[in-house]
T-cell receptor, first 115, second 112 residues
Framework: DQQVKQNSPSLSVQEGRISILNCDYT??????FLWYKKYPAEGPTFLIS?????DKNEDGRFTVFLNKSAKHLSLHIVPSQPGDSAVYFC??????????????FGQGTILTVHP | SQTIHQWPATLVQPVGSPLSLECTVE??????LYWYRQAAGRGLQLLFY??????ISSEVPQNLSASRPQDRQFILSSKKLLLSDSGFYLC???????????FGPGTRLTVL
């Protein structure tokens, strides 16, 4: 059962344009969401996160939107740069009163930004 | 600042051989520690997590085990490797829920 889904395996965008990466989840207990960027043979790098009490969080060129009713979140990168080319993973966790954050990851979306 | 180390970076092992991957975190205390695996073309799957020394929780039944002998040390082991254990293994840490997890550089394991 895939609780976090990234339905687009890949996305190709022109430099300077907007990149929109999408993620859907099924577990209504998820209350914290994160986006990671990963290069081959490296560990994921944290980009941005959002808690379920918000619907938007912005950090520089990166903005994450959360639509709880639709169980959907998206990552917007504006403007896109060739260095943004990587695999992007969304992840979610359910606190449930615990002190640790087990992350459930999507399958990833390969973003390619063309010069 | 905090850093996380994993070694070795790459490993090629025959089927049936033992395994020991090590992860250490510097610059923080009492972290939660995690082991993930990324199989080829797949997302990251949580294998084990630990909220304290000697406390290990397993997420999926498998051929692997984990131990936490010290606060900032997390070890992934196997007595006998299977072909299906091949993958990219990642260690991560955080300081609790609603905190981002930080990942190590990973270990590429190939079982032949």
């Amino acid at each position: 059962d895939q609780q976090v889904k990234q339905n687009s395996p890949s996305l190709s965008v022109q430099e300077g344009r907007i990149s929109i990466l999408n993620c859907d989840y099924t577990n209504s207990m998820f209350d914290y969401f994160l986006w990671y960027k990963k290069y081959p043979a490296e560990g994921p790098t944290f980009l941005i996160s959002i808690s379920s009490i918000k619907d938007k969080n912005e950090d520089g060129r990166f903005t994450v939107f959360l639509n709880k009713s639709a169980k959907h979140l998206s990552l917007h990168i504006v403007p896109s740069q060739p260095g943004d080319s990587a695999v992007y993973f969304c992840a979610a966790s359910a606190s449930g009163g615990t002190s640790y954050g087990k992350l459930t990851f999507g399958q990833g979306t390969i973003l390619t930004v063309h010069p | 600042s905090q850093t996380i180390h994993q070694w070795p970076a790459t490993l090629v092992q025959p089927v049936g051989s033992p395994l020991s991957l090590e992860c250490t975190v510097e610059g923080t205390s009492n972290p939660n520690l995690y082991w993930y695996r990324q199989a080829a073309g797949r997302g990251l799957q949580l294998l084990f997590y630990s909220v304290g020394i000697g406390q290990i929780s397993s997420e999926v039944p498998q051929n692997l085990s984990a131990s936490r002998p010290q606060d900032r040390q997390f070890i992934l082991s196997s007595k006998k490797l299977l072909l299906s254990d091949s993958g990219f293994y990642l260690c991560a840490w955080d300081l609790g829920v609603y905190n981002e997890q930080f990942f190590g550089p990973g270990t590429r394991l190939t079982v032949l």
